[in-house]
């Protein structure tokens, strides 16, 4: 099989440890899905057996690289004999990125209120008729308070809650 020139987004799976050459290393690659979203969470992952023989990329997997670690690779890939065993990719360039920021989930807001926690848009259970507008209520700590029926009783239901539980709780 030919080789075939590749750039990917990943995270290094373990300590990369050195080749069997001098100046030499290797790693493997779990692929940062473009598509996350759209795949299913029980997907496998996809993994790159990794090796380098340029000084500069083997010094710094070696020496700063650490597993968890997004980083870019580009080089070429071979396929191979095993269809078990994980694709082999010869890295030219490696460049450490950034960690992608952390997904919101659909759209869900915390707000503080003193020591009280509201969720503005979380998904509610539709079992049960709060209305469209209502926001949920914690302490600070987790107990459930109530819904407010719109944003603008949560003052109204905080006051409630601290006059029948005291305001200690």
């Given at each position: 099989?030919?080789?075939?020139?590749?750039?990917?987004?990943?995270?290094?799976?373990?300590?990369?440890?050195?080749?069997?050459?001098?100046?030499?290393?290797?790693?493997?690659?779990?692929?940062?899905?473009?598509?996350?979203?759209?795949?299913?969470?029980?997907?496998?992952?996809?993994?790159?057996?990794?090796?380098?023989?340029?000084p500069?990329?083997?010094?710094?997997?070696?020496?700063?690289?650490?597993?968890?670690?997004?980083?870019?690779?580009?080089?070429?890939?071979?396929?191979?004999?095993?269809?078990?065993?994980?694709?082999?990719l010869?890295?030219?360039?490696?460049?450490?990125?950034?960690?992608?920021?952390?997904?919101?989930?659909?759209?869900?807001?915390?707000?503080?209120?003193?020591?009280?926690?509201?969720?503005?848009?979380?998904?509610?259970?539709?079992?049960?008729?709060?209305?469209?507008?209502?926001?949920?209520?914690?302490?600070?700590?987790?107990?459930?308070?109530?819904?407010?029926?719109?944003?603008?009783?949560?003052?109204?239901?905080?006051?409630?809650?601290?006059?029948?539980?005291?305001?200690?709780?």
């Amino acid at each position: 099989m030919n080789p075939t020139h590749l750039a990917v987004d990943g995270y290094v799976e373990a300590i990369p440890t050195p080749g069997t050459d001098q100046g030499t290393a290797t790693f493997e690659l779990i692929l940062f899905p473009s598509n996350a979203d759209d795949m299913a969470p029980d997907a496998p992952d996809t993994v790159f057996a990794c090796s380098t023989a340029d000084p500069a990329i083997t010094d710094m997997l070696l020496t700063e690289v650490q597993p968890g670690d997004l980083v870019r690779v580009c080089g070429t890939v071979d396929q191979p004999e095993a269809s078990d065993a994980p694709a082999r990719l010869t890295v030219c360039t490696l460049e450490v990125l950034p960690a992608p920021p952390v997904p919101v989930l659909h759209d869900m807001v915390l707000d503080r209120y003193g020591k009280y926690v509201v969720v503005f848009n979380a998904d509610t259970d539709t079992d049960i008729d709060i209305g469209a507008d209502a926001v949920p209520v914690f302490t600070a700590t987790g107990e459930w308070v109530g819904h407010a029926a719109s944003p603008d009783a949560i003052e109204v239901l905080i006051d409630i809650h601290e006059r029948v539980h005291g305001s200690g709780s």
